[in-house]
């Protein structure tokens, strides 16, 4: 087993924490150079630092931090600059793109909410910074989601083809892909969990709030569903092939505001009903450790956790290795709930049912599906992918066993 995080990857993380913050807080897993001029740094050390924060898509985020401290010159700082206004005028594109969808759907009478994107961008120091590539919108159900398609399509956008089965995927006529969601995830290996997420989609609607986000009014969903998504985003990651920092900025600069003491309470209960509260605790416990963030506005997601350093270490080192949604190598795929046998199945019958939503309601049709399922399993990755099944089983293994210290869907 690998010990500690590389000099590099503590030395991102501590960058990150002075961007996300200002200034140094709460930083325990520190380096003990002092990040403050560049010749302190190896110029092979510092090109691996740069390197993983392009991968993980957050190297705009460091700007300011880079700026103040002299970290580049010459080619170096222009071609940094470079790709830190490409990010800029992107936000921009998609804050307009959000606002007209958001208007033009209330034209159309289909209630909307603006997920992560500008809302999301809105906590960070320097708004414009956060890099996305696309805009998530919620809908009431799958009827009004088609409607919102329909719609679209009058204006241009192209419904593209996708095997998501919680939201439909529309593109712009200057290739912005708009994701139009009806649930809150993906649905989940446990139909209980499924349910409650389906129960939650009205009181998103009757709570949600108008809020400005880079001086724009937008539908929002209030703090503690907002809160909520967050992790709910990063656990879908999570369970398919990964997720990388950026999505751990969103929950530290989230936190920078305090929460009523009723939101609070209505986060908690969430996250207990839907199982994922050992989740909110891993998340927040590597956020403290390692970027930084104030542990006084978390401190009531913590209560009763038992998550060593060793643990945490082990999941930033995965959130780490999975760069941005885990396309840092190609055996990298779902993971399961576990690392036994029956996990493995579990997830197994779970994908299978994903893949075939509209065959799945026939159960006698099941082991045909499972079949197709494990051919299109070895097909893919044997010939397309250039990857073997037993080092994707490997990896799942691996994954998995660390999965089981979240406790998910257990209350």
Request: aromatic share 10%; with cysteine; hydrophobic share 40%.
């Amino acid at each position: 087993m690998k010990k500690g995080l590389k000099q590099e990857e503590k030395i991102v993380c501590r960058l990150l924490a002075e961007a996300l913050h200002g200034e140094m807080k709460t930083w325990q897993a520190g380096t003990e150079q002092q990040i403050g001029q560049k010749e302190l740094i190896e110029p092979e050390l510092w090109a691996k630092t740069m390197k993983i924060a392009e991968n993980h898509r957050i190297l705009p985020l460091l700007y300011d931090v880079v700026k103040q401290k002299n970290l580049l010159q010459g080619a170096a700082w222009e071609n940094f600059e470079r790709e830190c206004r490409k990010t800029v005028q992107q936000s921009y594109r998609l804050l307009f793109l959000s606002r007209f969808l958001t208007e033009y759907m209330e034209e159309q009478g289909i209630p909307v909410i603006l997920l992560k994107g500008c809302t999301a961008a809105e906590y960070y120091p320097v708004p414009e910074l956060r890099k996305s590539g696309d805009i998530d919108l919620l809908m009431r159900n799958e009827k009004e989601a088609r409607q919102a398609c329909d719609a679209l399509a009058q204006k241009g956008f192209v419904q593209e083809k996708s095997l998501a089965n919680h939201h439909i995927n529309c593109v712009s006529p200057d290739g912005i892909c708009v994701e139009l969601h009806n649930m809150l995830a993906e649905p989940f290996d446990k139909s209980e969990v499924n349910s409650y997420l389906d129960s939650l989609i009205p009181s998103c609607f009757e709570k949600k709030e108008e809020r400005e986000a880079m001086g724009v009014m937008f539908p929002t969903l209030s703090p503690p569903y907002q809160a909520f998504y967050l992790l709910l985003h990063m656990l879908q990651h999570f369970l398919r092939a990964g997720f990388g920092l950026k999505l751990l900025c969103d929950w530290v600069v989230f936190w920078e505001r305090k929460m009523s003491e009723q939101g609070k309470r209505e986060l908690l209960f969430m996250l207990k009903e839907s199982g994922i509260y050992g989740f909110a605790q891993m998340i927040t416990a590597v956020c403290v450790q390692y970027l930084g963030m104030s542990a006084q506005n978390t401190d009531f997601l913590m209560e009763g956790a038992k998550l060593t350093e060793r643990i945490t270490e082990s999941f930033m080192r995965e959130i780490l290795e999975a760069e941005e949604f885990g396309k840092s190598s190609k055996d990298r795929m779902v993971i399961p709930r576990g690392s036994s046998p029956g996990a493995f199945l579990r997830e197994f019958h779970h994908q299978t049912m994903l893949t075939y939503p509209k065959e799945k309601q026939y159960v006698i049709l099941w082991p045909v599906l499972w079949v197709k399922m494990l051919f299109g399993f070895w097909y893919r990755n044997r010939k397309i992918r250039r990857v073997s099944g037993i080092s994707i089983l490997k990896k799942a293994g691996e994954r998995g066993a660390l999965a089981k210290h979240l406790h998910l869907f257990e209350k």
